[in-house]
């Protein structure tokens, strides 16, 4: 994730503005994150973040969260976490 999120760092423009859907897990440990569990087939079951560790991952890479949107659960699926990411205008870049 790290990766992809430097990705759309470096091709914004400053100001603009990434959409990231996510993954998360809660603090219950049947939610967390299964490595190595057929990752191929089951990507988003092992890829978990929890709200808080996205946020600071996304500033690391440069971008600002702004909103987060949760979707606990819908007819699909559930605990889906959809960022909304901006490129500081300021320039600075991260190290």
């Keep these: 994730m790290r990766t992809i999120l430097r990705i759309a760092q470096r091709v914004l423009r400053p100001g603009g503005m990434a959409f990231v ?3 998360y897990h809660t603090s219950d440990g049947r939610t967390r994150g299964r490595i ?3 990752y191929a087939r089951n990507l988003a079951l092992n890829t978990t973040f929890t ?3 996205f946020w600071r991952l996304a500033g ?3 971008l ?4 987060v949107t ?9 605990r889906y976490a959809y960022y909304a990411l901006t490129k500081p205008v300021s320039g600075m ?3």
């Design 60 to 62: 690391e890479c440069g």
């Design 51 to 53: 709200i808080e560790e």
């Design 70 to 78: 949760l979707v606990p659960r819908n007819r699909l699926d559930s």
């Design 64 to 67: 600002e969260p702004q909103l």
């Design 36 to 38: 190595g569990w057929a």
């Design 93 to 95: 870049e991260p190290q």
């Design 21 to 23: 859907q996510v993954k």
